[in-house]
């Protein structure tokens, strides 16, 4: 079966998507389904298909000319291992509206040496990086 990446948004499982984010990831449960359609509707997302079935998916947030945040990047569990991950990223940042930027940025808890391997490190000048993080913004009561 040929792993196939697509963009244009009639054509990626935002259901599925929204589930797996909603139920399964470890940065964004609970996630209310208005926001993550508001979140999706401004973002250049890419759904990876394999056979008919969306396996993958990764979004990217970027003004397309200076730079781009990577979020939301996953591989159906049972196709993990298999170079899917590896093979969407090639792909995003294959893409011609993603070219000549300054910065990518990426946070993630896991699967550093995947993302090492498409040039991505810890910040060169982290004492320049500052944040607003609100780690429990979609539980009840925040």
């Known amino acids: 079966m040929r ?5 244009e948004p009639s054509r990626i499982d935002f259901d599925r998507v929204y589930a797996f984010i909603n139920g399964q990831s470890y940065w964004a449960q ?10 999706m509707a401004n973002s250049l997302c890419f759904g990876g298909w394999l056979g008919g079935e969306q396996i993958a998916f990764a979004r990217v947030i970027s003004d397309y000319a200076t730079f781009a945040n990577l ?3 996953y591989v159906e569990r049972e196709f993990r291992g298999m170079g899917y991950a590896s093979a ?12 000549g930027l300054r ?8 699967a550093h040496h995947l993302y090492a391997k498409f040039g ?14 609100h780690p429990d913004i979609y539980k009840a009561g925040s």
């Not at 910065?103 to 896991?110: N, P």
């Open 71 to 73: 979020v939301d990047v």
């Open 88 to 99: 969407l990223l090639e792909g995003v940042f294959a893409h011609p509206d993603l070219q």
């Open 30 to 39: 609970g996630i209310p389904r208005e926001l993550f359609d508001r979140a």
């Open 3 to 7: 792993f196939e990446i697509i963009t």
């Open 120 to 133: 991505f490190h810890a910040p060169a000048r982290p004492d320049t990086l500052m944040e607003r993080y």
């Open 103 to 110: 910065r990518f940025m990426l946070a993630t808890s896991d």
